[in-house]
């Protein structure tokens, strides 16, 4: 079974930045297309980004799309989410894992706070 670690997030001010880490077990990492996720406190868990497993095709939800972008680096079976021009409706606990069903157990994310 896959671990999914994930780390980076904090307290930041709207327009800030962060990059979360996301560190997975298992060989097969390379051949999964991995995306990150979040959950608001109170609200079901969204998809935020994607990136294929090679790392050449990403997408993004709308709300995102132009201030966050999805990375990876397959030898270090990790993926990274760099956050820009971050806003209040940000916050949220983050959480990477496969694209595809079934997914992985998920890990304990990583809280990402945007407050003045």
């Known amino acids: 079974q896959v671990q999914l670690v994930e780390s980076g997030g904090g307290l930041v001010q709207p327009g800030g930045s962060l990059r979360l880490s996301c560190a997975a077990s298992?060989?097969?990492?390379?051949?999964?297309?991995m995306g990150w996720y979040r959950q608001a406190a109170g609200k079901s868990r969204e998809w935020v980004a994607g990136i294929e497993g090679s790392g050449g095709s990403t997408n993004y939800a709308d709300f995102v799309e132009g201030r966050f972008t999805i990375s990876r680096d397959n030898a270090k079976n990790a993926v990274y989410l760099q956050m820009d021009s971050l806003k209040p409706e940000d916050t949220a606990v983050y959480y990477c894992?496969?694209?595809?069903?079934?997914?992985?157990?998920w890990g304990q994310g990583t809280q990402v706070t945007v407050s003045p």
């Open positions: 894992n496969r694209l595809l069903n079934p997914q992985w157990s």
């Open positions: 298992g060989s097969i990492f390379s051949i999964t297309g």
